[in-house]
């Protein structure tokens, strides 16, 4: 398994922009799908974005489509979140999840990961 480390939360104002990455270290990341999820206060943890192992395929909640990008470097072993235009909605923690080998749409958007980070909170005001 990979261990996973997120980073880039912060405050920002209605409109702003902010990127998270998520490092991972560990053996074959480029293995992995990655995926990233939400939990605002006394909401469920919901899914907003994820790439296939292979990098050639991506997913977004309708909630973030458009403003939202999520990429991939393996030479770095990191997935970032780019999140423009941000909401005051959008304020959450922000965890990313890993998966041997997953690629589809399902197995991506699951909450069912082989691995989690712990989180970053994003906090956008108004």
């Known amino acids: 398994q990979v261990q996973l480390v997120e980073s880039g939360g912060g405050l920002v104002q209605t409109g702003g922009s902010l990127r998270l990455s998520c490092a991972a270290s560990g053996r074959a990341f480029s293995s992995y799908g990655m995926a990233w999820f939400r939990q605002a206060p006394g909401k469920e943890r919901e899914f907003v974005a994820a790439?296939?192992?292979?990098?050639?395929?991506?997913y977004y909640a309708d909630s973030v489509k458009g403003r939202f990008t999520i990429s991939r470097d393996n030479a770095k072993n990191t997935v970032y979140l780019q999140m423009n235009t941000l909401k005051p909605e959008d304020t959450a923690v922000y965890s990313c999840?890993?998966?041997?080998?997953?690629?589809?749409?399902?197995?991506?958007?699951?909450?069912?990961?082989?691995?989690w980070g712990q989180g970053t909170q994003v906090t956008v005001s108004s």
């Open positions: 999840a890993a998966s041997l080998g997953a690629e589809t749409k399902i197995a991506l958007t699951s909450l069912r990961h082989d691995s």
């Open positions: 790439i296939s192992w292979r990098g050639g395929s991506t």
